[in-house]
């Protein structure tokens, strides 16, 4: 029991670092210039990229980090920065093989530059998921005694509001670039799909299994969309609708351009959208 007990609380931890690490990651990944740097950086800088890397987040392993326990002791924070390092590197390289910036024809140089550099904020993300994100299941129980009381349409509201604005804050940043277009020339139908899967995974694995939030206060929440499911669909069709108003807005698509290239688009901005609009419920 013991065994099973502590093969549970590291994967609540590796999935809490990984959820940070997506947090923060995500809506810097639509980064063109980071793309190009990546591209023909060399060794050196690469090197001393990881070092830098290395001792921001060995200092945040110190005092925060993602695992359930704090770090005390020197050692356990040196191999907790190292978990954290590689943690932020394969949710790097997974979401550059997403969005097609690597594929089997890239460069290994050019890969590597790319997976290095756009790893730094997926690290961070990591080592920074319990300083910023993640609160005691006991807090709120006390700190808003009419929260149960609230009806289903106001919580159902709030969880829309929330959505909407984390939607718009990360979308709004995103949709005047040029990233979107590069992307979507890209990407093939079978990728949006796995790209609908990952915003969906993601956004799900933020709010209700990473412990950023009080999980006891949400579950006892009677909103119209409240079940984990539901709510996820309901959020991601939210920040779908946020994000294709962002694209509307800025000129990047227009009523009258094929329904195709809507859709590309709109997917394609609606997993950092989606991302924002998770971190926006974690406030409720």
């Excluded at 190292?82 to 024809?105: H, Y």
């Excluded at 808003?144 to 009381?149: E, L, Y």
């Excluded at 351009?257 to 394609?268: C, K, N, V, Y």
Aim: charged share 15%; net charge negative; with cysteine.
């Amino acid at each position: 029991m013991g065994q099973l007990s502590g093969w549970k609380r590291e994967r609540d931890d590796i999935v809490r670092g990984a959820c940070g690490g997506f947090l923060f990651g995500i809506p810097l990944l639509y980064t063109m210039e980071v793309w190009w740097i990546g591209a023909w950086i060399g060794p050196p800088r690469l090197l001393v990229a990881l070092v830098l890397t290395f001792g921001v987040v060995f200092l945040l392993n110190r005092t925060a980090g993602f695992r359930s326990t704090r770090d005390v002791r020197v050692e356990d924070a040196l191999r907790d920065s190292v978990e954290a390092i590689a943690l932020g590197t394969i949710c790097s390289l997974l979401m550059l093989v997403l969005l097609r910036e690597i594929t089997p024809q890239t460069a290994l140089g050019e890969a590597l530059g790319k997976v290095v550099f756009e790893g730094v904020p997926f690290t961070m993300g990591v080592a920074l998921a319990n300083l910023l994100l993640r609160t005691d299941s006991d807090e709120g129980t006390s700190q808003d005694p009419d929260q149960d009381n609230q009806d289903a349409l106001n919580v159902t509201l709030a969880d829309l509001g929330f959505t909407a604005i984390g939607a718009v804050f990360i979308a709004f940043n995103i949709a005047p670039t040029d990233e979107i277009p590069m992307l979507a020339a890209a990407t093939s139908p079978p990728w949006l799909l796995l790209i609908v899967l990952a915003s969906l995974l993601i956004s799900y694995g933020i709010v209700f299994e990473a412990d950023f939030a009080d999980q006891k206060k949400r579950a006892r929440q009677q909103g119209l969309f409240q079940q984990p499911l539901s709510e996820t669909v309901f959020s991601y069709l939210v920040s779908l609708a946020i994000a294709a108003a962002m694209l509307w807005f800025f000129d990047r698509l227009a009523f009258d351009d094929p329904w195709q290239l809507w859709l590309s688009h709109t997917l394609l901005l609606g997993l950092p959208a989606t991302i924002g609009g998770a971190a926006g419920r974690l406030v409720v």
